[in-house]
């Protein structure tokens, strides 16, 4: 039951889909993004007037995050005189939601003893990703003026692998002691409890710091204040491991619809938590790194606008040549059959179709293997059951292409019988083999250790494009007998 209380209703394909077209399920986001734009316009119409009395007040007023969004907006010599006015017990919460680059900014225009009242006021999990963008000898100096509790939090999550659970976890949760009462784990929640990433759930530790269970706020509420805490919580407890992959991180939310999970060591110490915000953005890094994969570009964890020229260039040049060198395969399948080219020039009108309509094949197939791989919907043990569906699918798919490009090919191209059969058989095997190439590639893959996006339509694309025209020329050599 107390579980239950950790549980949202969270649908995890429709926010990844959100999260990639950039919009929530319902449209909101031309109306936000409307008034954001008026209210910035305000904004830098009273900061030309120097009404920053009126500014504070507009500002409170405001959610964190979109006052985040207006300072963003503005030019970076605005950025810094805004950031100062906000009240103290806004501006960290404000900070935190900056990009990096603006952080960066900010905090090394900040006093040493502004910036550290910034870094000991953020969440831990959000301090330490500060430091791991900032320059070392900015981190020396933030590191020597924080709290000493801030330091310890910082380092702990640093010394976690980048994408971990350990590194996102956050290390601001509500621990009670399973020897206390329902009125002294309630007291202690009105004690610690404001400074918490969340309270609704805390988690109940033994004497050496074990996770044995945990307690819902709601359920600490309603019990009788003299029970024990180890005798009403919940000792079912599902939790993520500090070296677990963010991506499985990811994907326990979505399996279990939990707002927060906790995250223990190897000895099953609870040593921190993460919430469902930060599953969002994991969801949204993981989803902009596999589009960035399957379009054969090398992964950034920049904005766009914010990535240099020659950047761009060196994450988008190493597939280019790649697949250009690879493509070449193409040309020398071509060169190889130039006497069938030469005795019948009528079947080079039908190569680009061919090759295209192969590469779609096997896009489809590929795009939809990698996300059922990414989802656990698909594993390497269903191999068989993959393939022999897509086979199933391809000659459908084949032949009904197959039969409306022969009635075009005699009806509208009016070539000979021969010329059309030659080209629609290739048609069902290019479809054929397209989808079992698309198919394949990704589950091996994953299955080597490698990352199913990598598999994605353009590198298939040139295998399926060398494929087809083998079969081609080989259909056409057998059938015309060139």
């Not at 900014?105 to 009242?117: C, G, H, M, P």
């Not at 409890?193 to 969340?198: F, L, M, S, V, W």
């Not at 083999?433 to 490698?450: E, H, N, R, S, W």
Request: net charge negative.
């Amino acid at each position: 039951m107390e579980e239950m209380e950790n549980n949202t209703e969270l649908n995890i394909d429709g926010m990844q889909q959100a999260l990639i077209l950039g919009h929530d399920d319902e449209g909101s986001s031309p109306l936000l993004s409307s008034r954001i734009d008026e209210e910035l316009e305000e904004l830098k119409n009273l900061i030309k007037e120097k009404k920053y009395t009126v500014i504070r007040k507009r500002l409170e007023d405001l959610n964190e995050a979109d006052v985040a969004e207006l300072l963003e907006d503005l030019p970076e010599s605005d950025q810094l005189k805004i950031f100062r006015i906000l009240p103290k017990d806004m501006a960290a919460d404000v900070f935190a939601y900056l990009p990096i680059e603006v952080e960066q900014a900010i905090i090394t225009s900040l006093s040493v003893k502004e910036a550290a009242n910034i870094v000991n006021n953020l969440m831990a999990d959000d301090a330490a990703d500060l430091m791991e963008e900032m320059p070392a000898n900015i981190v020396r100096r933030l590191l020597a003026n924080a709290s000493a509790e801030t330091r310890r939090d910082i380092n702990h999550l640093l010394r976690y692998p980048e994408d971990s659970a350990g590194s996102i976890m956050t290390v601001e949760f509500v621990d009670l002691k399973e020897t206390l009462t329902v009125e002294q784990a309630i007291e202690r929640i009105r004690r610690i409890g404001i400074d918490k990433e969340t309270i609704n759930i805390c988690y109940v530790l033994d004497a050496q710091r074990h996770l044995v269970g945990t307690a819902a706020l709601r359920y600490l509420l309603i019990n009788d204040p003299d029970k024990i805490i180890g005798d009403i919580m919940n000792d079912n407890v599902i939790a993520l491991t500090t070296l677990m992959d963010q991506e499985e991180v990811a994907m326990m939310f979505q399996k279990y619809d939990f707002t927060s999970m906790p995250v223990v060591d190897n000895e099953n110490r609870l040593v921190g938590i993460i919430t469902v915000d930060d599953v969002v953005d994991i969801m949204r890094e993981e989803a902009t790194e596999d589009m960035e994969k399957m379009a054969a570009i090398i992964p950034s964890d920049k904005p766009y606008l914010r990535i240099g020229v020659f950047e761009t260039w060196a994450k988008r040049i190493p597939w280019l040549l790649l697949l250009m060198v690879s493509a070449t395969f193409t040309g020398g399948i071509i060169t190889h059959y130039e006497t069938a080219l030469g005795a019948y020039v009528v079947l080079t009108r039908f190569i680009p179709m061919l090759m295209d309509t192969g590469g779609n094949a096997g896009g489809q197939v590929s795009v939809t293997v990698i996300r059922g791989l990414s989802l656990n919907e698909i594993e390497f043990s269903d191999f068989f059951k993959v393939i022999w569906k897509e086979i199933r699918v391809a000659f459908l798919c084949g032949f009904t292409l197959a039969i409306c490009n022969f009635v075009k090919l005699l009806v509208w191209d009016k070539v000979a019988l021969s010329i059309a059969l030659v080209v629609c058989l290739t048609l069902v095997a290019a479809v054929v083999f397209a989808k079992l190439v698309g198919g394949i590639l990704p589950m091996v893959a994953q299955k080597i250790g490698f990352d199913p996006a990598v598999m994605a339509s353009p590198f298939i694309t040139t295998i399926v494009d060398a494929l087809s025209l083998m079969i081609y020329f080989r259909i056409a050599t057998t059938i015309l007998h060139i």
